[in-house]
């Protein structure tokens, strides 16, 4: 049966006007003034509500095992919350296993992706820059459609590739139409940093940021940007934070480099000031990078009207605050007597939209086009989901999410649908909320009723990345 969205007011990266939009088959059929529908059809009606295409978060790690900790969001979960919070595509990272095959860990990555329901692609972090891993590299692109590759500059002993590694693995992502997508930060001297304060008997939550300063997130990316120019490759600073980061993306930008970055919600409202909080409760803040000091914000917010930065994504990567009801492998208790053993990471998935909307639109005067651009259009753009995902236009999937721009509301965990038992944003109050969100034309989520089901998610092949 088809579907009819009336009236509803129309918004995407460029345009903004009144409008039907008449879904068939999972598309956009026709849009329209006063569309005329011949036979049955299924009629939402938007009045008074933006119609926005559906959201792109490209920055996930669901249902993700580390040697020590496992994220507590299957596919299932994790999706569900994110269509609650209108997002309808996601793009997840990939971890192989250590000396592994990318191929294999792309196995095992669908194998888990089965229950999603939303649209699911992959990113693959590269832990090597082998003869192998290269080769693997191109199956990857053409064979997969998994676009862009993922390198750690932080995590010595773990995830970090040296500088050779990470520009070998650049060269044949850019000459096979791969981005590159970098963790930056300076791993080496922040394990020095680490040692120290562990040595000292310096171990509260507080820590983790104490020993990641911003300056070291700067130099990374400063690094990066020169050996993506020198391999003539894109670009992808990935949860970028730190003023002195965006100033070494913004300078190369303004010489014509193709260096893209994305920030995250909690960069945007949150600062380092959380980690004051009594006992262990900071620890629900320990992601990578930490926040920062509140005068990175204003930073952060000029790049995303400027455009020096594109995107914001959530790096979702949700451990449960408490040891129960899901053991300690998913939890921040790990961590309970040093900062140097609490899982990195923080949920955020469900909020980015209406987080977004009130940060962006409400507070900081940027263009209902421009809020659309940085959540959907910019990363399906710079991440060959282009037009399939990203904007509504005759022929694109049907992903719309109906949002009420006036509606205040209160954010609360307890109403989340992630499984993880806190929200970074508890209390915080926002203007704008999603009404209904459609994939490929199926309603999935009317207000609070769930309508969608794990497994109707598909795959999303990518086209080549980086070339917005
Ligand atoms: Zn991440």
Redesign the pocket.
Known sequence: MATLIRNGRIVTAVDDYLADILVDGGRVRAIGVDLAIGGDAEIHDATGLLVLPGGVDV?T?LDMATPTASTIDTFGSGTKAAAFGGTTALVD?CTPVAGESPLKGLEDWHRRRESACVDVGAHMILLDAHPGTLEDMKTLVRREGVSSFKLFMAYPGSLMVDDGALFKAMRVAGANGAMTCV?AENGPVIQALVDEAVAQGLKAPKYHAVTRPAILEGEAVHRAICLAELAETPLYI??LSAAQSLAAVTEARDRGIAVHAETCPHYLFLNAEEYERPGFEAAKYVMTPPLRELSHQAHLWRGLKSDDLQVVST?H?PFCFNEQPHGLRYSKQQGVDSFSRIPN?APGVETRLPLIFDGAVVKHGLSLNRFVEITATAPAKLFGLFPKKGTIAVGTDADLVLFDPVERWTIRAADHHSQVDYSLFEGREVTGRVKKVFVRGQCIVDGTRWLGREGMGQYLRRSESGRP
Do not use: A, Q
């Open positions: 920055h790690h990272f963790h990935v949860h790096d990567c990471g």
